[in-house]
């Protein structure tokens, strides 16, 4: 029984220290990721591609991964010169999908579209900042 | 005998009875030993795996008698060929082997529409 | 005249059946980080797979035993209980996370959650397994998974560089992000190589009564079908390279896959996007279940056949009923489609040496297969997918800990 339990805290101490050891580069990737995913989102509901009940499912999802990378990013794992910028991109990430969520479930196009020129924008912002990261 | 080892088993009206799952031996002084029967149930094949899972089938056994299968024997003179399957000349139905298959058939599957 | 007509079938069924759940996102991982550089792992899936299911058509078709009676038979319960439990465990999360992949497709195209499809979706199947009978089961729902053809077109319109196409046919290494290149090359293989789909290959062959005359449709099925499906999910590859990596979309939520099609296709994209996702889904639902159903069955001796009434096979009916109805509450209990998705991949390429390993002792025993035992071309070939597996398995544990999410 006792080695047992040592088995499995070796398994599961690998795992730990794997799932909690996010580097900021990758989740700032992620959100990068997320920024592109509105902006095609907002795109293609502006045409009706895509249904309302999905593109307002994957937003809500977007907000909430988002904010996990808000919550995951510390101060202490970015570099000086970026420790103010990373958490404003990812801030103002959170409110561009609010912002595009709202203008689905109000069905207005104009906004949808203006909404994919900021994910547009911060997209390619958080592109940069990742560039940075990966330098340091 | 691993002519015989889990192949499968039909009755005389060609029914899957199951698989042969551990040989009897007889002991002979003198002589070598020899099948004289074979078994069907899940214990017999327990035994073959691993003293420990055998020890676990036969208390599951005994604990849960009704989910537990019982051991059927066929001795060899009642086999008829040995082949790809195993036939045997008496009737699989009765036996502990299928006693489940029947019981769900009557007792469950019957009962869901559309069986 | 039958003999043109079967093999058609048999290619149709292949390609519908080829797509599913795991070869979908895995395929879409890979194109959106990687854009073409792991098209060889579905090339070498592809290969292994067409490699089994001809095996395991050819063992059925010369000795009218499964893989799953050939197993037991040959190798005693000894050995046979290693691939029935790894068997039955591993397709089990695959079954679930097929059911989520339907459950998924409607979520999208209604709005509401998956995990209240899930029990539903698990009935449909039990009901089409109950009701129907093989040749339903297997042709039905790839028929209708030929809308999967969707990916082809769309492929094709966006005019990829074939020779870059090309050159991602062959191994290269990454020159980003290593332990997740692996990670994705080893899950498109376990995505590839569905231990369910060759078993449940041999026991169809066995259900409808093929023979030593059947042998060559047996090899057309298995390398043209099979050669398609590849195809299939090279194509969702290329799609994801030249959509979602420019735009530097990446899938962190399985219903991002949702955007593959609309900037080619359209609304009429997504509609068939959602479409192929359930059809494929459902159809390897019905199957896994049925191809977990047949092993136990087979290994331990019970009737087993999806052409004869439940009735008549009551261990076996029972045993699917609440296989599938349990990967049903999985799902409904809310597990992350993507990340069980990705894990029971993972868990399948690991597992793969427990069954690929015995084939090439089937497939040479004389006094099993006769003249039909392996060439040694088969034989050289199953080799290095025997190597490939045992290479996967050693490397799966630390790839999940590196490279899954």
Same mark, same amino acid.
């Given at each position: ?136 | ?115 | ?116 499809? @899930? ?115 090279? @194509? ?47 159809? @390897? ?94 034989? @050289? ?19 999940q800990i590196l490279g899954g999410s």
């Open positions: 029984m006792k080695r047992c339990r040592r088995v499995i805290g070796w398994i599961t101490l690998p795992l730990l220290i794997a799932c909690g050891g996010n580097d900021p580069s990758a989740q700032v990737e992620r959100a990068g990721s997320w920024a592109a995913t509105t902006r095609e989102l907002a795109i293609e509901r502006r045409v009706g591609a895509i249904g309302r009940a999905y593109t307002s499912d994957m937003l809500d999802a977007g907000r909430r991964e988002v904010q996990k990378v808000a919550q995951s990013l510390k101060p202490s794992d970015l570099p000086e010169t970026l420790r103010a910028r990373v958490p404003a991109a990812v801030g103002r990430l959170d409110s561009v999908i609010a912002s595009t969520a709202s203008a689905v479930q109000r069905g207005d196009a104009v906004a949808l579209g203006a909404a994919a020129a900021d994910a547009n924008a911060l997209g390619d912002t958080l592109r940069i900042l990742r560039a940075a990261l990966r330098v340091k | 005998m691993h002519d015989l080892l889990d192949k499968v088993v039909l009755d005389e009206g060609r029914r899957n009875v199951g698989r042969v799952d551990g040989v009897v031996l007889e002991l002979r002084p003198g002589a070598a030993p020899v099948v004289s029967a074979f078994e069907i149930g899940g214990r017999v094949w327990a035994r073959r795996l691993h003293g420990r899972i055998a020890r676990w089938a036969v208390a599951f056994g005994r604990r849960w008698p009704a989910l537990g299968n019982g051991v059927t024997r066929f001795a060899m003179r009642d086999v008829r060929t040995i082949g790809i399957t195993v036939s045997v000349k008496r009737d699989g139905r009765p036996t502990p082997a299928l006693a489940w298959e029947n019981w769900l058939r009557e007792h469950v599957i019957s009962r869901i529409p559309g069986a | 005249m039958k003999r043109i007509l079967d093999l058609t079938l048999g290619i149709v069924t292949s390609i519908g059946g080829f797509l599913e759940a795991g070869s979908i996102i895995t395929a879409v991982q890979a194109g959106a980080v990687f854009g073409y550089k792991l098209l060889w792992t579905i090339a070498l899936g592809t290969l292994g797979l067409m490699l089994l299911v001809e095996q395991s058509g050819r063992l059925a078709a010369v000795t009218g035993r499964t893989v799953g009676d050939a197993l037991r038979e040959r190798f005693g319960i000894n050995f046979f209980i290693i691939p029935l439990v790894t068997g039955l465990l591993v397709s089990f999360l695959v079954l679930a996370s097929e059911i989520g992949g339907v459950s998924l497709a409607l979520q999208m195209a209604t709005g509401i959650s998956f995990q209240w499809w @899930a029990m539903p979706v698990a009935f449909a199947g039990w009901f089409l397994l109950w009701k129907g009978n093989f040749g339903v089961v297997e042709k039905g729902s790839s028929l209708l998974g030929l809308v999967t053809i969707v990916f082809i077109v769309a492929a094709l319109k966006l005019h990829p560089d074939w020779g870059r196409v090309g050159a991602g046919l062959l191994p290269t290494s990454p020159d980003h992000d290593g332990p997740r290149y692996w990670y994705l090359a080893v899950s498109i293989i376990g995505a590839s190589i569905s231990p369910y789909l060759y078993m449940f290959y041999s026991s169809g062959a066995v259900e409808d009564g093929w023979g030593t005359d059947d042998l060559s449709t047996n090899k057309a099925t298995a390398v043209i079908g099979m050669s398609f499906g590849g195809v299939l999910s090279a @194509a969702v590859l290329i799609i994801a390279a030249l959509v979602f990596l420019p735009r530097g979309i990446q899938v962190d939520r399985y219903e991002q896959a949702g955007l593959l099609l609309p900037p080619v296709l359209g609304h009429t994209g997504f509609v068939l996007f959602l479409a192929s996702l359930g059809i494929a889904c459902f159809g @390897a639902t019905t199957e896994i279940t049925l191809a977990m159903a047949y092993l136990l069955a087979q290994g331990l001796g019970w009737d087993w056949s999806e052409n004869a009434k439940p009735k008549q096979n009551a261990r076996f009916s029972l045993m699917y009923t609440v296989t599938i109805l349990l990967a049903g509450v999985v799902m409904a209990a809310g597990i992350d489609p993507l990340k069980l998705t990705n894990f029971s991949m993972m868990l399948t390429a690991a597992s793969l040496p427990v069954t690929v390993i015995p084939m090439f002792v089937l497939m040479n025993d004389e006094a099993l297969v006769g003249e039909h035992r392996n060439r040694w071309f088969s034989n @050289a070939a199953l080799g290095v997918l025997s190597i490939v597996t045992i290479v996967v398995l050693f490397s799966a544990v630390p790839l």
